[in-house]
């Protein structure tokens, strides 16, 4: 029935879809993942930067209104690694899938073979330590019992009485009793999780089929190699004795080389690979070597069938050994199958050379078929080979300490702590760990879990012992940003600081180290070494990048990277560092920063984005953002960050011109939060000096003093001075050691007068401010002061006195079209003019949100028709603004609408910085 694995479709298409899928996983972890048991995640804090969010010049003083803006920085730290169940369970059903499939091929073999097999298969159960299931007692034999039946006893059957019957219905028996016994061993054993434990413990058997193959092929690339020259040399009579002469000197050499690599005492220039990477090329030339064998011999323990089939077999177990190996980070059982897989090609493909010189050198020139001949007669000579080479295995073994057995040891104990640390047992986790450790020290996974599970067990004392030990005798990545970072939760910094430095000592430019360093440099204040450390990094990850992005930021060195980053944290730290620079942001950016946002789930994140998104003058309708905001901020899990986003809310109604909103927002946020009530406090006055109500700013200011805010400067003594504070000023001035402004030693009047002018500008009636602008000599200021004139003043000037005003301003800068359409006709009451005057002074779409804009109060009064509705409107401001004609309209509303008493009180409030010609003059005109 063998013949048919010869013919069968489906046999051939199932052996290379086993041995692809191994071998393409096995290539990705060795060359991409190595050590895919690392779980090395960016851990995200925020930081904030103040960013010019608007200018303010009045005359000489100028000073930015500043936002923060948020920073997000990165900081590397080492996680558990994550549980593989569904992969250990896939890699459990493959080895055993196997299993079946060579025990099946067994039933085929001949009777001192069979005998072998069958002991070496009891052995290797025995060595698999199922007993630990703990069916009928702890560690009782009855797991390997059942095994044992439900695998040999079809077997037994099979080979003794069943050789007429077909190979599938022998795999399907075979599978239903080796799957039934397991299913037994399952649903029986008493421990947690049993079947967790017997996909683990199945990495015993697959290591010892994948070294079975080894063995087996120990010469197969020198010997499919030298068959492939004996095939090309036919009847071309080359010297290939010195061919294949040069290529196992080669060969043994590079096998040398790589064995030095794994004890790792000598260390050479050579360079020197995986010896893994020679599985793929031991397959093909292995299947050469086979077919060439299994041809001229019958002295076979099976047909050509079977063994062609044990081979492929085999060749694929051991690919997805690999990829286990990788997976699990067992890094004992890979460093034993390493070993293990050098001895057998050394030793082997020693003899086999040795085999080749010493029976075929006479004739391998002669062109003739000698790969023909190369294993006739099957005798004694060629089982020399494998004497010898096992001989030489011995001696390496010798040679190596005997490393092999104390790797051996350390992969079993690393099997059953990989199974407690599944099942959440971590004190067994822990301790097995630690052994397998102690017993081998390259085992980085156990290290690391050893330390990690410590701590975790509330043992952190314990902890950093392991992760100084690792440090000292065997250092590794993770266990040092596990180090640091213990360290830094410990107020521990600069020791945090000795072993990232040290870490960077053994793995030079190594990112995740850098990186960590370079923040720890910036919380000592050692910014120079930290900025120079990020930019020296040769690193291309996104989290290096965007860390130096943030960093420059902070340090008040803000670049705007030229190329596009994807990833939310890269783009909130661009523009960020944009907004730094008073640039306008690309569309590009801010779109694609909006649609990371929508699909962001980080509060923090979200927070971040939003809040650098709002960080510009936009003037239009805030309504949608404002919604947004809120929509988010109500978002329970957003309770956090309910604070920053409201501040967010504030800082986009100031972007639109909502005065009003954003100064009455601020000082309710700075009530509700009282230790950043500084922040907003002085926030608020900068506004409220922008729009020249000094007095109100100077109130706020001292609050703002009074919770703790120290920041005062230059403009801050002037604009106590504009508020009528002197003495506040004197004291400002010695208690922060403010300077001097500059143009207290400007000559001439026309700064006095400016200030002057500019002090009680909402208070002054338009005709007196008039009559000093004319008055006033030639300068920039009068300019400035001709167009606030316009601005605040408008609605109580005539037309011709603003065509005087606007012709000036034309004269002096360049002349506006919007503003000449105004003047031509100051119709309050008129859409286009009022629309010109919006679109001049860029006050936003809301005319009443921003109370200072007296004019554009009047032209919404003339759109309601009742006097309560006027009255509101007109209170609102008035609450800010102390505008002669808005407060005088305000009395005249409050009497129209039966509210004398608000009246009589507006009026004597009024009276106390409006003189009473003035308020005669108000009375006599019709506003």
Do not use: C
Request: zero cysteines; a negative charge; proline letters at 4%.
């Amino acid at each position: 029935m063998t013949t048919t694995l010869n013919t069968s479709t489906i046999y051939k298409t199932l052996a290379l879809l086993f041995i692809s899928t191994g071998g393409l996983f096995a290539l990705y972890y060795l060359i991409f993942d190595p050590q895919p048991y690392l779980n090395i995640q960016a851990g995200a804090f925020l930081d904030t930067v103040p960013i010019p969010f608007d200018w303010v010049q009045i005359g000489p003083i100028s000073f930015p209104i500043q936002v923060d803006n948020y920073l997000v920085f990165q900081e590397f730290k080492t996680l558990a690694p994550a549980f593989h169940v569904t992969e250990s369970l896939i890699y459990a059903g493959i080895v055993w899938l196997a299993v079946v499939s060579v025990l099946t091929l067994v039933t085929e073999f001949k009777k001192a073979y069979f005998i072998l097999g069958g002991i070496i298969w009891i052995v290797l159960l025995t060595f698999s330590n199922f007993n630990g299931l703990n069916i009928g007692g702890q560690n009782a034999n009855y797991p390997l019992i059942i095994l044992l039946a439900g695998t040999l006893l079809p077997l037994i059957y099979f080979h003794l009485w069943g050789q007429k019957i077909h190979l599938a219905i022998k795999w399907l028996i075979i599978f239903v009793g080796t799957f039934s016994a397991l299913a037994v061993l399952i649903t029986q054993s008493p421990i947690s999780n049993p079947g967790m434990y017997v996909s683990e413990h199945s990495l015993t058997i697959g290591f010892g089929l994948a070294l079975a193959w080894v063995f087996w092929n120990g010469h197969g690339i020198l010997s499919g190699i030298y068959i492939l020259l004996a095939r090309a040399n036919r009847n071309l009579n080359l010297n290939i004795t010195v061919q294949i002469s040069l290529i196992a000197l080669l060969y043994l050499g590079t096998l040398f080389i790589i064995l030095l690599n794994l004890q790792g005492e000598v260390h050479l220039s050579i360079p020197a690979f995986s010896p893994l990477y020679l599985l793929l090329p031991l397959g093909v030339f292995g299947w050469i070597s086979i077919g060439e064998k299994v041809s001229q011999s019958d002295e076979l323990i099976s047909t050509p069938a079977v063994i062609k089939a044990l081979h492929l077999i085999g060749l694929g177990i051991t690919l997805w050994l690999v990829w286990k190996l990788k997976l699990s980070g067992n890094q004992p059982a890979e460093e034993l199958f390493k070993h293990l897989f050098v001895y057998t090609q050394l030793g082997f493909s020693f003899f086999f050379f040795i085999y080749l010189l010493a029976n075929f050198m006479s004739v391998m020139n002669s062109g003739k078929a000698i790969d023909k001949i190369l294993y006739k007669p099957y005798s004694l000579v060629y089982y020399h080979i494998r004497i010898g080479g096992l001989i030489v295995i011995l001696v390496l073994i010798t040679y190596t300490g005997g490393i092999v057995g104390v790797q051996a040891n350390a992969m079993s104990s690393n099997i059953l702590a990989d199974y407690y640390y599944q099942v959440d047992k971590k004190l067994e986790a822990s301790i097995l760990y630690e052994n397998a450790w102690m017993r081998y020290r390259k085992n980085p996974k156990a290290k690391f879990l050893t330390a990690h599970l410590l701590l975790e067990l509330k043992q952190p004392t314990l902890a950093r012992q392991h992760l100084e030990e690792s440090f000292t005798e065997s250092p590794q990545i993770d266990n040092i940003i596990l180090l640091s970072d213990r360290l830094h939760q410990e107020n521990k910094v600069f020791e945090a600081i000795y072993y990232l430095e040290k870490g960077l000592t053994i793995f030079p430019n190594e990112p995740h180290l850098s990186n960590n360093l370079s923040l720890l440099y910036t919380k000592v204040n050692k910014t120079s070494e930290a900025l120079e450390l990020m930019t020296n990094s040769e690193s291309a990850d996104p989290v290096v990048r965007s860390n130096l992005t943030a960093l420059k930021t902070k340090l008040g060195q803000p670049e705007v990277s030229l190329t596009r980053n994807s990833d939310l944290i890269s783009q909130i730290n661009e523009l960020a560092a944009s907004n730094a620079l008073a640039n306008i942001p690309s569309e590009e950016l801010l779109e694609s920063l909006k649609e990371e946002l929508q699909r962001e789930t980080s509060p923090m994140l979200i927070n971040a984005g939003w809040r650098n998104l709002m960080s510009e003058i936009n003037r239009n309708n805030p309504s949608e953002d404002l919604h947004i905001l809120d929509s988010i901020g109500q978002k329970p899990e957003m309770l956090a960050y309910l604070m920053p986003m409201q501040e967010t809310a504030v800082i986009r109604s100031l972007a639109a011109g909502r005065v009003t909103e954003a100064v009455k927002n601020l000082n309710g946020l700075a009530f509700r939060n009282p230790k950043d009530a500084a922040y907003y406090l002085q926030l608020s006055g900068t506004i409220l000096a922008q729009n020249l109500d000094f007095q109100k700013a100077a109130i706020e200011f001292i609050a703002a003093e009074e919770k703790g805010f120290q920041g005062f400067d230059t403009h801050h003594w002037s604009i106590f001075g504009l508020a009528g504070m002197p003495e506040k000023a004197v004291e400002i001035r010695e208690k922060y050691q403010v300077l001097y402004p500059t143009y207290l030693t400007d000559e001439g009047p026309i700064v006095p007068e400016y200030l002057n002018m500019i002090s009680r500008f909402h208070e002054s009636s338009a005709q007196n401010l008039l009559s000093q602008w004319r008055t006033a000599e030639e300068s920039a200021l009068k300019t400035d002061i001709a167009i606030r004139i316009i601005v605040h003043k408008a609605h109580g000037l005539s037309q011709d006195d603003l065509k005087e005003l606007e012709k000036y301003i034309s004269g002096k800068i360049e002349a506006n079209d919007d503003l000449k359409t105004f003047v031509d006709n100051p119709d309050l009451t008129d859409e286009a003019s009022v629309v010109a005057f919006i679109s001049w002074i860029n006050s936003g779409e809301e005319p009443t949100a921003n109370p200072y804009l007296s004019p554009l109060i009047i032209s919404e009064l003339h759109k309601v028709t009742d006097p309560l509705d006027q009255y509101e409107i007109l209170n609102s401001a008035t609450e800010f603004n102390h505008d002669p004609i808005l407060w005088f309209n305000k009395i005249k509303a409050a009497r129209e609408s039966g509210l004398d008493n608000y009246a009589d009180e507006s009026l004597e409030i009024l009276k106390q910085w409006v003189s009473e010609e003035e308020l005669v003059r108000l009375q006599n005109l019709n506003y």
